[in-house]
């Protein structure tokens, strides 16, 4: 399929599993050089990897998002290896389970964990998205 992604940069969060690694192959089949922001280094770099030896670009930036400076990091190493962004792509996020029952502190973390991040993400990376015309997509779950 031809969705005009060739060339295009895109971040995606939490794309080394499960949802946001159907996001990231996906990008990547349609030709878009992809940043692939995880906390698992081992599944990070074996796709950085596998996708290095088809010539494609996938570079892994480690990163615990729940923690600003690592947004901030992860959007920097974008713009410095690619010098744009044209798509944010907010996917990670933990089933914490957290219910009403756990409490205004349990779902501040959750909120943390889950949500927080997304806007910090979109915060660092507005002026590169702005520059594009870039697009923001955030996925949700039952969290």
Known sequence: MELGLHDKVVIVTGGS???GEAITRSFLAEGADVVNVNRSTQAGEAMQAEYREKGQQCLFVQGDLT?????QNAVQRTLDAFGRIDVLVN??????GVTLDAGPEEFTKSLQRNLIHYYSMLHFSL???KATNGVVVNIGSKV
């Open 127 to 129: 002026d590169a998205l």
């Open 67 to 71: 923690h600003g400076d690592a947004c």
């Open 17 to 19: 599993k499960g949802i």
């Open 91 to 96: 996917n990670a996020g933990v089933n914490d």
